[in-house]
C-alpha cells in the first residue's frame, strides 16, 4: 500500500491502526449490523478533510437521506461521530461500523470479517480519499495538474431541458462536487459514468467555465466531427418562420448574430435561453422563446395541419404580435398576413354519441369537442386531457376519494373559471366558508394547488385571446378565438362528477352510465349547460336545438259562495308549436322528453324558473294517485284538484311567466290576499268599548277578511300595538254580525300563558261588557263554560291535559296568545292545540320565531295547518330555496312596529351598563369557567351533539349565575354582589325622584337578592314569579299600577314577560342578559306600549370581560335571525341558535 505525503498527512494514522479498534466501538448488536451494512456497499462517500484531520463519511441508512459519519485518529486512539439518534444514545452505532470497515479496506486493503468485496469498490473509495494509486487522478482538484484523459460529452439535450453527459476517462469526482452534481451508484459499489445537468438557466455557465478553469474538455458531436462547448458572451437574435406547403406545417428557427450574420444551429435547450451552435459555441438568445412550446429542443418541426391544430391552444397569437420582429408566417415559401377572426363567429360544438350494450341499453355517452369556423374545424381533445389531467394529478392523495369532495371541487372550479372568465381576481379565502373541507387545514394547500394549475393552463382566455391556426382549405394563417375559458366551463359542468374516474372520463370523452342514471336526464344536464354557454350540441348526428316550454292554466273553483275549499286546473304545455300531450307528462316532469322535429332534428323542451316548479307542483298532484286502485292523480275530466293554499303557489308563479285564469269572484279573492291595501274597511261594532285607532281599523279589517275565506291569521305586531283589543274588536264584530244574520256562532276558545287569564278577562269587561266571558282552569268547569259562554279562556297546559275532551267540540275561531308557546312542534302542548278542532285560527305573537326557522314552522302551521307540509319536508325546502319557501306564509303574517306605526309613543332609551367583578367573584368565575370548559369539552366528545349542547347550556348556566353573584351557587359572600350594590343605590335615588321601575331576572336567587337589599334600605316593592297564584297576579299588576302602591316591581322573565300592562314604569332594569333579544325585548316593552306617556329607560348590567359580555353579540345575531323570517322573508341566513362554536365562544369572556 502506497502511504500517505503532501496533502493526504495524517491518514498515516489510519493505517496504523489496529483493526481490532472496531470491536469497541459498540456492542455485538451493532457490530453485526454496521458489517452488514457494509457488506451492503452502504457507505457511498469517503473524503479526507486536511484541515480537521478527518474523515467524512457518507452512509446510507433506513431513513431516505444518508447519515454523515466522522472518523479521526488521534495518538492512536480512534474517535468518531454520527448524526443518528443512537449514537447520541449509546456513543456508537451501526453507521459508524460500516464507516470505518470501510476506510480500513481503503487505507490498508483489509476487509474486516474476511468477507470478500469488489475490487473496483475498494479502489474507488480509496481514489476518493485522494491516493494517486488508482488511475492517476490529482489528490486535489484545481492545482494547476492537467486530466488529459478525462472528457465529458453531451449526449443527449431532453425534452424539459435537461443536459445528459457522459464521462470519458477518470471521473472526476471533486470537480463534480464542487459544480453541485452527484453521481448516482450503480449496482451498489461502483460510481456511475453518467449524470444530468438541470436547470441550464442557472447551471450551465458556471459549469462550462468551472470546466474549463479544470481543463475538462466539455465536448458535443455535430455532423459527425467533434465540438468542444463553450460560453459566449454575445448574444444571439432569433426568427420563427411558419410555412405551409405541400400539405404540412413547418416551423423553422433561424438565428442571428447582433450584427444580422446568420448563425447555424445545432440544438435549443428547452425551457431556457439557451442555443447550441454548430461550431460548439453557446449564446444566449434575446428573445423570449418561450412562447414555442413544442419546440423542444428542435430547431426544425413539422407535421400535418390537422395535427398542427390539434395543439393550437398552446400557441396564444397575442404573445406572437408583441414580439412580430420574431415572428413570420408563409404559404409555400411567401410571407403572407395572419388574417383575425371575428370571434362570434368561431363556434363551439359537443359531438354526442351513445354506447349501447347487447341487450340495447346506453352504457355510456362519448363526446368529442371542436371549436369550428366556417369550413374549419379544430379538435379540442389535446386541450381536454392537458386541463383534465391539471386536476387528476397522482400527487393530490386522497383529495378526490371521497364523492362529496369530487363534487365540491367541481363546484369550486366553475367560481373560479367564472371570476377567471369576468377577469376578476379569484380569492380563495373568501370562498373558504362555502367550501369549509376543500379550503380546510387538510386539503386547502392541494385544492389551491389545483386551482391555480387550471386557471394558470387556461391563463387570461377570453373571446379576444386567438391562437394561431391553419386553414388548409384556403391556405390561411388564421388567429382563431377558441373560447377555451368556456370550454372549461364546459367540461367542469357537463356532468356531475362524483369520483376519480368520472373525471377520467371527462379527460378520455366518455360519460359513463350507471344503472342509477337517467340517461335522458344526463343528456337533458348536457343540452342544458350547452344552451347556457352557447355550445351547440349533436347527438347520434342528429342536431338537437331547445324551444321555450310555457305552462298555461285555467281554474275553476269547487266551492259555493266564499267557502272555496279546492279548484280544479286544467293545464295546456306547449313547446315551441308543439302542444304536450297528458301521455308525456310524467317524461317531460322526469326530464326525459326529448321531441322530435319536422326535420329530425331533436328538441329539448327549454325549461324556465316559474315552468320548472309548475312541472313539480304538478308531479306533486299526479304521485297523490294510487295505481293499484286505478287512481291517476287527475279529476274525471282531466284536471287537477288542489287546495286554497296550493292555489297561492300556483297564482305566485305567474310573475315568473305561467298564465293562470280564475273566475272573476275567486281572482278578486287572492288579489286582496297580496294586496293588503285593497280590502273593505272595517266597521267596528257600537258594542265595542274602544277607540281603534287606524292601524288597529286595518288589523281587524285583515282579520276579517282571512276569516270570511278560511284562511288563518298572525298578527305580530310589536309588542304594545294592541294586539288583544284587535282581538276583542274583531270578536265583538264577529258576534254582532251572527246576530244580525241570526246565525249560530260556536263559541270561541283564546288559550294563553296563566299569568295572562286575569288580563284578558280584565280587557273582556272594560272594551266588551256585554260578552259572555268565562276562565276554564279546571276539568270541572269545562262543560259549564261551553254551555254558559261565548268566549272561553283556558290556558296552554290546560289544552294539553284536556286535548282528549276539547278536540270533540268545534269552536268557531281559536285564539293563540302568546303562540312563541307553541313554538316547539314536538312538544305534546303543540300536539294537543293542533288537535284541536276549529273554522279560523287567530295567532297572537310579538315573537313568532325565537330560536330558529323550526320555530317559525311550528307557529304557523298552527296558524295555517298545512301550509308548510312535513317539517322535515320544510327543512329541505328551505335549504334549497330559503326565499321562496318563507314567501308562502308572508299573506298569513301581518306585523307592523312602533317605529314605523306610532310616532306618538314616547322614545326608548336603551344601553348596557359594564360592572367590574369583585375580587372573590372573579376568583370563582375564573375557577368556574375551567370546570365548564371541561364538562363541555367531554358532552361534545361522549354524547350525541343535541344532547351535548343540552349539557352545555346547563354547564353554562352556572357562569351566568356567578356572574349576578356567587351565592346563586351557594358560596358565601362578605358583602353583595356588585349588580346589588349598584342597584342598591339606584332604587334609592329612583324613590326620592319619584320614578318607578321594573326589574326582570331570569333567576330566583336573583330576585330573593333584590328583596333583601329592598328591605335592608327600606324601599317598598313587589314581586312576581312563577310560583305567584294566578289570582295575586291581577292583585299584583293593579297594586303597581295604581299610584299608591309600591314603585318597584321585581319580575321573573319568562313570568312577567308577556302580556303585561305595566305602564306606570318609565325605568326598566334587566339584571342578567339572556341570548334571545325576543325574550328580554318583550319584557321591555311592558312598559313602553301604548299608555305610556313618558319616555322609557331600559338598562341592562353586564359584568365586564365574562359570558355576559360574549352574549351581547349572540343577542344581535337572534335580532338578525328575527328580522329576516317575519319582516324579510328569505334573508340570506336564518340560523341562530346556539351551536357549538356560539357556547365555546362564549367561554372565552
Not at 194 to 202: N, R, T
Not at 1034 to 1060: D, N
Not at 1085 to 1104: C, E, Y
Amino acid at each position: 500500500m502506497t502511504t500517505t505525503k503532501n496533502k493526504l498527512e495524517g491518514l498515516e494514522g489510519f493505517e496504523q491502526l489496529d483493526i481490532g479498534e472496531l470491536y469497541y466501538i459498540g456492542n455485538r448488536q451493532f457490530v453485526e449490523r454496521g458489517l452488514a451494512y457494509y457488506r451492503n456497499f452502504a457507505v457511498e462517500g469517503c473524503e479526507w478533510d486536511k484541515e480537521a484531520k478527518r474523515i467524512n463519511t457518507i452512509v446510507q441508512g433506513n431513513r431516505r437521506d444518508p447519515y454523515d459519519v466522522w472518523l479521526q485518529v488521534r495518538s492512536g486512539e480512534l474517535e468518531h461521530g454520527c448524526e443518528c439518534p443512537a449514537w447520541s444514545t449509546y456513543g456508537g452505532c451501526k453507521h459508524v461500523i460500516a464507516a470505518v470497515s470501510a476506510v480500513f479496506l481503503a487505507v490498508q486493503g483489509k476487509s474486516v470479517g474476511n468477507f470478500e468485496m469488489p475490487p473496483d469498490y475498494a479502489q474507488d473509495l480509496r481514489a476518493q480519499l485522494g491516493y494517486r494509486d488508482v488511475g492517476g487522478e490529482s489528490d486535489a482538484y484545481g492545482e494547476g495538474e492537467e486530466l488529459d484523459a478525462t472528457e465529458l460529452w453531451l449526449a443527449e439535450v431532453r425534452e424539459f431541458g435537461n443536459l445528459d453527459f457522459e464521462i470519458r476517462g477518470d471521473v472526476p469526482q471533486q470537480f463534480l462536487r464542487a459544480v453541485g452534481v452527484s453521481l448516482p451508484s450503480s449496482y451498489g459499489f461502483s460510481v456511475a459514468r453518467e449524470f444530468s445537468l438541470g436547470e441550464v438557466d442557472k447551471n450551465f455557465a458556471n459549469f462550462l467555465s468551472e470546466a474549463k478553469k479544470a481543463n475538462i474538455p466539455v465536448m458535443v458531436g455535430v455532423s459527425g466531427e467533434s465540438q468542444r462547448l463553450e460560453m459566449r458572451k454575445q448574444a444571439c437574435r432569433m426568427k420563427v418562420v411558419y410555412d405551409y406547403a405541400d400539405d404540412e406545417v413547418s416551423r423553422r428557427i433561424c438565428f442571428q448574430d447582433t450584427k444580422g450574420k446568420p448563425l447555424e444551429p445545432y440544438c435549443m435547450i428547452p425551457e431556457s435561453s439557451y442555443v447550441i451552435l454548430s461550431d460548439g459555441s453557446v449564446r444566449s438568445i434575446k428573445e423570449d422563446p418561450s412562447g414555442i412550446a413544442e419546440h423542444r429542443g428542435r430547431v426544425l418541426f413539422s407535421t400535418d395541419g390537422e395535427s398542427f391544430n390539434d395543439s393550437a391552444y398552446r400557441r396564444a397569437y397575442p404573445a406572437m404580435v408583441a414580439q412580430k420582429q420574431v415572428y413570420s408566417y408563409c404559404v409555400d415559401g411567401e410571407p403572407i398576413k395572419v388574417s383575425k377572426v371575428d370571434p362570434k363567429s368561431v363556434k363551439i360544438e359537443l359531438d354526442l354519441h351513445a354506447v349501447e350494450n347487447a341487450a340495447g341499453e346506453r352504457e355510456a355517452l362519448e363526446f368529442d369537442l371542436y371549436a369550428t369556423h366556417g369550413s374549419l374545424k379544430l379538435d379540442l381533445q389535446s386541450y381536454q386531457e392537458s386541463l383534465l389531467d391539471s386536476v387528476l394529478d397522482g400527487s393530490y392523495g386522497a383529495l378526490l376519494s371521497a364523492k362529496r369532495r369530487v363534487r365540491a371541487l367541481s363546484d369550486l372550479l366553475r367560481r373560479a373559471l367564472s371570476a377567471n372568465e369576468q377577469s376578476v381576481a379569484v380569492d380563495l379565502h373568501e370562498l373558504a366558508e362555502d367550501f369549509p373541507e376543500l379550503l380546510g387545514e387538510e386539503y386547502g394547500t392541494v385544492v389551491r394547488h389545483v386551482v391555480d394549475r387550471v386557471l394558470n393552463f387556461i391563463g387570461t382566455t377570453r373571446v379576444d385571446d386567438p391562437r394561431l391556426v391553419i386553414d388548409e382549405s384556403q391556405a390561411l394563417w388564421l388567429a382563431c378565438p377558441m373560447h377555451l375559458g368556456k370550454v372549461a366551463m364546459l367540461l367542469f359542468s357537463m356532468y356531475d362528477s362524483i369520483s376519480r374516474d368520472d373525471l377520467k372520463g371527462l379527460c378520455e370523452g366518455r360519460l359513463q352510465l350507471s344503472r342509477h342514471d337517467n340517461d335522458d336526464g344526463v343528456l337533458q344536464r348536457l343540452v342544458s349547460v350547452c344552451a347556457a354557454l352557447g355550445v351547440r350540441v349533436r347527438f347520434n348526428d342528429q342536431a338537437i336545438r331547445s324551444a321555450p316550454l310555457a305552462i298555461n292554466l285555467q281554474g275553476q273553483h269547487g266551492g259555493a259562495g266564499k267557502d272555496i275549499d279546492w279548484f280544479e286546473l286544467h293545464p295546456s304545455i306547449t313547446c315551441g308549436d308543439r302542444t304536450i300531450t297528458q301521455a308525456e307528462w310524467k317524461r317531460l316532469i322526469r326530464g326525459q322528453l326529448f321531441l322530435e322535429a319536422e326535420d329530425g332534428s331533436l328538441i329539448m323542451p327549454e325549461v324556465g324558473d316559474g315552468e320548472a316548479d309548475g312541472l313539480q307542483m304538478i308531479a306533486e298532484i299526479l304521485q297523490r294517485g294510487r295505481p293499484s286502485r286505478g287512481e291517476s292523480g287527475l279529476t274525471p275530466t282531466g284536471g287537477l284538484q288542489i287546495s286554497r293554499l296550493e292555489m297561492l303557489d300556483w297564482i305566485s308563479l305567474r310573475r315568473r311567466g305561467v298564465k293562470v285564469e280564475l273566475p272573476e269572484e275567486v281572482e278578486a279573492v287572492f288579489q286582496s290576499l297580496s294586496k293588503f291595501n285593497e280590502l273593505p274597511g272595517f266597521v267596528p261594532s257600537k258594542q265595542l268599548k274602544a277607540d281603534l285607532r287606524p292601524y288597529q281599523r286595518d288589523g281587524c279589517a285583515w282579520i276579517e277578511f282571512m276569516y270570511q275565506h278560511r284562511f288563518g291569521a298572525c298578527l305580530a305586531d310589536d309588542m304594545g300595538l294592541g294586539k288583544t283589543v284587535q282581538t276583542i274588536a274583531f270578536l265583538t264584530h264577529r258576534f254582532e254580525q251572527a246576530e244580525t244574520k241570526r246565525e249560530s256562532l260556536a263559541s270561541v276558545l283564546i288559550v294563553v300563558p296563566p299569568s295572562l287569564v286575569f288580563n284578558w278577562l280584565d280587557e273582556f269587561a272594560r272594551f266588551a261588557p256585554h260578552l259572555k266571558v268565562t276562565d276554564c282552569l279546571s276539568p270541572s268547569a269545562w262543560q259549564q263554560s261551553l254551555q254558559q259562554a261565548q268566549i272561553i279562556l283556558t290556558t296552554y297546559d290546560r289544552v294539553r291535559i284536556e286535548a282528549k275532551t276539547m278536540s270533540a267540540h268545534e269552536f268557531d275561531v281559536l285564539v293563540f296568545d302568546e303562540a312563541h308557546n307553541l313554538k316547539n312542534v314536538s312538544t305534546a302542548r303543540t300536539k294537543a292545540a293542533s288537535r284541536l278542532n276549529r273554522r279560523f285560527t287567530l295567532c297572537l305573537t310579538g315573537t313568532p320565531v325565537e330560536n330558529n326557522v323550526s320555530e317559525y314552522f311550528s307557529v304557523l302551521t298552527a296558524t295555517v295547518p298545512g301550509i308548510f307540509g312535513q317539517l322535515k319536508d320544510f327543512k329541505e325546502r328551505y335549504r334549497k330555496e330559503p326565499q321562496k319557501t318563507l314567501r308562502r306564509a308572508t299573506p298569513f303574517v301581518l306585523r307592523r312596529t312602533k317605529e314605523k306605526i306610532l310616532k306618538e309613543l314616547p322614545k326608548k332609551e336603551e344601553h348596557e351598563l359594564f360592572l367590574e367583578m369583585s375580587p372573590v367573584q372573579k376568583e370563582i368565575y375564573t375557577r368556574t369557567v375551567s370546570e365548564v370548559r371541561e364538562e363541555v369539552a367531554a358532552a361534545y366528545e361522549d354524547r350525541p351533539e343535541q344532547q351535548a349542547g343540552i349539557v352545555a347550556l346547563a354547564a353554562i348556566l352556572r357562569l351566568r349565575q356567578v356572574c349576578v353573584s356567587p351565592e346563586l351557587l351557594g358560596k358565601t359572600m362578605e358583602e353583595p354582589a356588585p349588580k346589588f350594590n349598584y342597584m342598591a343605590d339606584k332604587l334609592e335615588e329612583l324613590q326620592a325622584e319619584g320614578h318607578a321601575a321594573l326589574i326582570f331576572s331570569q333567576f330566583i336567587g336573583g330576585l330573593d337578592q333584590m328583596e333583601a337589599i329592598a328591605k335592608e334600605r327600606s324601599i317598598p316593592y313587589l314581586r312576581m314569579d312563577g310560583s305567584t297564584p294566578v289570582s295575586q297576579r291581577k292583585e299584583l299588576v293593579q297594586s303597581f299600577q295604581s299610584e299608591k302602591g309600591p314603585a318597584f316591581f321585581f319580575i321573573s322573565l319568562k313570568t312577567g314577560g308577556v302580556g303585561l300592562n305595566l305602564t306606570r314604569a318609565n325605568y326598566v332594569f334587566h339584571l342578567d342578559p339572556w341570548w334571545n333579544p325576543a325574550v328580554e325585548n318583550q319584557a321591555s316593552d311592558r312598559a313602553h306600549r301604548i299608555g305610556q306617556t313618558r319616555s322609557v329607560f331600559v338598562q341592562r348590567l353586564i359584568m365586564q370581560h365574562t359570558i355576559e359580555a360574549r352574549m351581547l353579540e349572540l343577542k344581535a345575531r337572534k335580532a338578525e335571525l328575527f328580522r329576516q323570517l317575519v319582516e324579510e322573508p328569505g334573508g340570506k341566513s336564518a340560523s341562530a341558535k346556539l351551536s357549538r362554536s356560539d357556547l365555546e365562544y362564549l367561554m372565552e369572556g
